[in-house]
């Protein structure tokens, strides 16, 4: 347990609002969830269907996770800093519950064997 939580000590410091907002909003917010969404094409041009479903779950839970550190930590930074990145966490709140709808439904058209676009 205590190697878990020294392993993962950047990311509770994140998730917890006790880290660098620029930080978690560029590297953990910005350029892991590009890193998703890119395995996520992949595996639409792969055709793959299942991995498709297994990333918009991880995909819904990590977004959840780095919104709620984004909010956080916009406590400690500086103004406006703060009220920028909690404005665009609710944009990107809404931004990712379209996207997750409209993924699923064209999953669920697939599994039911209408294919997707």
Avoid: K
């Avoid at 917890?16 to 892991?32: D, E, H, P, S």
């Amino acid at each position: 347990m205590l190697l878990l939580l020294l392993l993962f000590e950047p990311e509770w410091r994140a998730l917890t609002g006790q880290a660098a907002l620029g930080r978690v909003f560029w590297v953990y917010g910005v350029l892991v969830s590009a890193g998703l969404a890119l395995l996520f094409l992949l595996a639409r041009e792969a055709g793959r269907a299942d991995l498709q479903q297994i990333l918009l779950i991880l995909f819904s839970a990590y977004t959840t996770a780095i919104l709620v550190a984004v909010w956080r930590c916009a406590d400690h930074a500086a103004p406006p800093w703060g009220v920028v990145a909690r404005a665009l966490t609710v944009a990107w709140a809404v931004n990712t519950l379209l996207l997750l709808l409209f993924l699923q439904i064209d999953l669920i058209e697939l599994w039911a064997g209408g294919g997707a676009s």
